[in-house]
Protein backbone atom coordinates (compact mmCIF):
# COMPACT_ATOMS: atom_id res chain seq x y z
CA UNK A 1 0.00 0.00 0.00
CA UNK A 2 1.67 3.38 -0.44
CA UNK A 3 0.44 6.82 0.07
CA UNK A 4 0.18 9.66 -2.62
CA UNK A 5 3.04 11.85 -1.32
CA UNK A 6 5.30 9.04 -1.91
CA UNK A 7 4.68 8.39 -5.42
CA UNK A 8 5.10 12.24 -6.12
CA UNK A 9 8.73 12.09 -3.63
CA UNK A 10 9.57 9.38 -6.09
CA UNK A 11 8.85 11.08 -9.35
CA UNK A 12 10.47 13.72 -8.95
CA UNK A 13 14.33 11.95 -7.69
CA UNK A 14 16.19 10.26 -9.75
CA UNK A 15 16.61 6.41 -9.74
CA UNK A 16 19.00 6.04 -7.34
CA UNK A 17 18.10 8.60 -4.86
CA UNK A 18 14.61 7.05 -4.99
CA UNK A 19 16.15 3.85 -3.46
CA UNK A 20 17.96 5.58 -1.39
CA UNK A 21 15.15 7.91 -0.25
CA UNK A 22 12.59 4.70 0.23
CA UNK A 23 15.53 2.83 2.36
CA UNK A 24 15.65 5.94 4.87
CA UNK A 25 12.08 6.16 5.05
CA UNK A 26 11.69 2.96 5.37
CA UNK A 27 14.57 2.49 8.11
CA UNK A 28 12.89 5.69 10.17
CA UNK A 29 9.30 4.71 10.10
CA UNK A 30 9.52 0.86 10.77
CA UNK A 31 10.91 1.11 14.55
CA UNK A 32 8.61 2.96 15.49
CA UNK A 33 5.47 1.76 13.92
CA UNK A 34 7.18 -1.94 15.91
CA UNK A 35 7.40 0.03 18.74
CA UNK A 36 3.99 1.00 19.02
CA UNK A 37 3.05 -2.27 17.87
CA UNK A 38 4.73 -4.21 21.11
CA UNK A 39 4.05 -1.59 23.60
CA UNK A 40 0.62 -2.31 22.71
CA UNK A 41 0.93 -5.97 22.99
CA UNK A 42 2.99 -5.57 26.28
CA UNK A 43 0.30 -3.70 28.07
CA UNK A 44 -2.52 -5.88 26.40
CA UNK A 45 -0.57 -8.55 28.39
CA UNK A 46 0.14 -6.47 31.52
CA UNK A 47 -4.14 -6.41 31.82
CA UNK A 48 -4.78 -10.11 30.37
CA UNK A 49 -2.26 -12.12 32.23
CA UNK A 50 -3.38 -11.14 35.71
CA UNK A 51 -7.24 -11.49 34.80
CA UNK A 52 -6.72 -15.11 33.38
CA UNK A 53 -4.70 -15.85 36.74
CA UNK A 54 -7.63 -14.42 38.57
CA UNK A 55 -10.01 -16.09 36.66
CA UNK A 56 -8.58 -19.18 37.02
CA UNK A 57 -8.55 -18.96 40.82
CA UNK A 58 -12.05 -18.34 40.74
CA UNK A 59 -12.35 -21.50 38.44
CA UNK A 60 -10.40 -23.59 41.23
CA UNK A 61 -12.26 -21.97 44.27
CA UNK A 62 -15.28 -22.63 42.49
CA UNK A 63 -14.22 -26.51 41.92
CA UNK A 64 -13.02 -27.07 45.82
CA UNK A 65 -16.71 -25.28 47.12
CA UNK A 66 -18.47 -27.79 44.58
CA UNK A 67 -16.89 -31.24 46.44
CA UNK A 68 -16.77 -29.72 49.75
CA UNK A 69 -20.24 -29.75 49.62
CA UNK A 70 -20.70 -33.19 47.94
CA UNK A 71 -18.70 -34.28 50.70
CA UNK A 72 -20.58 -33.09 52.96
CA UNK A 73 -24.11 -34.52 51.82
CA UNK A 74 -21.86 -38.17 50.71
CA UNK A 75 -21.28 -37.81 54.94
CA UNK A 76 -24.14 -37.27 55.43
CA UNK A 77 -26.27 -40.06 53.51
CA UNK A 78 -23.82 -42.46 54.83
CA UNK A 79 -24.25 -41.71 58.13
CA UNK A 80 -28.13 -41.53 58.07
CA UNK A 81 -28.49 -44.64 56.20
CA UNK A 82 -26.24 -46.46 58.81
CA UNK A 83 -28.50 -45.50 61.29
CA UNK A 84 -31.59 -46.26 59.35
CA UNK A 85 -31.22 -49.74 58.89
CA UNK A 86 -32.62 -52.01 60.65
CA UNK A 87 -31.70 -53.28 64.02
CA UNK A 88 -28.76 -51.16 63.31
CA UNK A 89 -26.54 -50.28 66.45
CA UNK A 90 -24.39 -47.52 64.76
CA UNK A 91 -24.42 -43.68 65.81
CA UNK A 92 -25.17 -42.00 62.76
CA UNK A 93 -22.75 -39.22 63.49
CA UNK A 94 -20.01 -41.49 64.24
CA UNK A 95 -20.84 -42.46 61.08
CA UNK A 96 -20.80 -38.99 59.44
CA UNK A 97 -17.45 -37.95 61.37
CA UNK A 98 -16.03 -41.25 60.26
CA UNK A 99 -16.85 -41.04 56.54
CA UNK A 100 -15.73 -37.07 56.43
CA UNK A 101 -12.60 -37.97 58.49
CA UNK A 102 -12.05 -40.84 55.61
CA UNK A 103 -12.29 -38.56 52.48
CA UNK A 104 -12.56 -34.82 53.45
CA UNK A 105 -8.57 -34.41 53.49
CA UNK A 106 -9.25 -30.69 54.53
CA UNK A 107 -11.50 -29.75 51.56
CA UNK A 108 -14.25 -29.49 54.45
CA UNK A 109 -12.90 -27.33 57.30
CA UNK A 110 -14.58 -26.64 60.47
CA UNK A 111 -17.49 -29.05 60.38
CA UNK A 112 -19.96 -30.10 62.53
CA UNK A 113 -22.16 -33.03 62.36
CA UNK A 114 -25.97 -33.50 63.99
CA UNK A 115 -28.21 -36.21 64.03
CA UNK A 116 -32.06 -36.37 64.89
CA UNK A 117 -34.33 -39.43 65.34
CA UNK A 118 -37.94 -40.09 65.14
CA UNK A 119 -40.07 -43.29 64.49
CA UNK A 120 -39.58 -43.13 60.66
CA UNK A 121 -36.93 -41.29 59.37
CA UNK A 122 -33.21 -40.18 60.75
CA UNK A 123 -32.05 -36.70 59.55
CA UNK A 124 -28.32 -35.66 59.53
CA UNK A 125 -27.05 -32.55 58.60
CA UNK A 126 -23.19 -31.74 57.91
CA UNK A 127 -22.17 -27.58 58.40
CA UNK A 128 -18.90 -26.55 57.85
CA UNK A 129 -16.58 -24.23 54.93
CA UNK A 130 -14.86 -25.01 52.01
CA UNK A 131 -11.05 -24.64 51.61
CA UNK A 132 -10.21 -21.04 50.49
CA UNK A 133 -7.28 -20.76 48.31
CA UNK A 134 -6.89 -16.83 48.94
CA UNK A 135 -7.04 -16.78 52.71
CA UNK A 136 -8.85 -13.51 53.02
CA UNK A 137 -11.70 -14.55 51.04
CA UNK A 138 -14.25 -16.53 52.55
CA UNK A 139 -16.74 -19.31 51.04
CA UNK A 140 -20.01 -19.37 51.58
CA UNK A 141 -21.09 -21.40 54.44
CA UNK A 142 -21.86 -25.25 53.51
CA UNK A 143 -25.04 -26.95 54.78
CA UNK A 144 -25.99 -30.84 53.70
CA UNK A 145 -28.73 -32.30 55.09
CA UNK A 146 -30.22 -36.01 54.44
CA UNK A 147 -33.41 -37.56 55.91
CA UNK A 148 -33.47 -40.98 55.21
CA UNK A 149 -36.73 -43.45 56.47
CA UNK A 150 -35.93 -46.21 59.31
CA UNK A 151 -36.20 -49.38 58.10
CA UNK A 152 -38.64 -51.78 59.23
CA UNK A 153 -39.18 -55.32 59.15
CA UNK A 154 -42.27 -56.52 57.89
CA UNK A 155 -43.21 -59.90 57.73
Known amino acids: MTLGWRKT ?33 VTESAIIFPLTIGLLFVIIQAGIWGY ?10 EGATAEASYQSTQSSETVTRAALADSAHGVLRSYTVTSTHSADSVTVTVRGHALSLMSPLEMPFIEQTVTVPVEDYVP
Do not use: H, N, T, V
Not at 22 to 34: G, K, N, V
Open 9 to 41: LRSSMPASSQDAASAIQLRSSAPSWRRRLEQGK
Open 68 to 77: ARSLAAYSAR
